[in-house]
């Protein structure tokens, strides 16, 4: 289990991984990103700044809705290759808030629980 900073952390990472897909599939559609990074188990925790965390969840969320709410009808098939798989602007979408959705609710399960 993560720690509440922790999970901040990665909400912001996935919020601008997602903006860095969606932007991709629209100017350079087809483009294929090739495989994302193995991740690697670290046991000891990363130091984590909640407010800078919490500060870039909410930029990233802006910039993801800003480039969202300007795509053009056409842009919606749009889409990029990653790990052999084709991704367009509904699939981050999707992604986005399932993912956020998903890790800010384990976040209020861990503050009910303490």
Do not use: C
């Amino acid at each position: 289990m993560w720690s509440i900073a922790e999970y901040a952390d990665h909400v912001r990472g996935v919020l601008f991984g997602m903006r860095f897909l969606l932007d991709t599939a629209v100017t350079q559609p087809g483009s294929d990103l090739g495989n994302a990074p193995s991740s690697q188990f670290d046991p000891e925790p990363p130091f984590v700044e909640v407010d800078l965390a919490l500060a870039g969840i909410a930029r990233k969320a802006t910039a993801l809705r800003e480039l969202l709410s300007a795509l053009p009808p056409d842009a919606w098939i749009s889409q990029v290759v990653s790990d052999g798989n084709y991704i367009d602007a509904h699939w981050i979408v999707r992604h986005a808030v399932h993912d956020a959705t998903h890790h800010l609710l384990d976040v209020e399960r861990i503050v009910a629980a303490l």
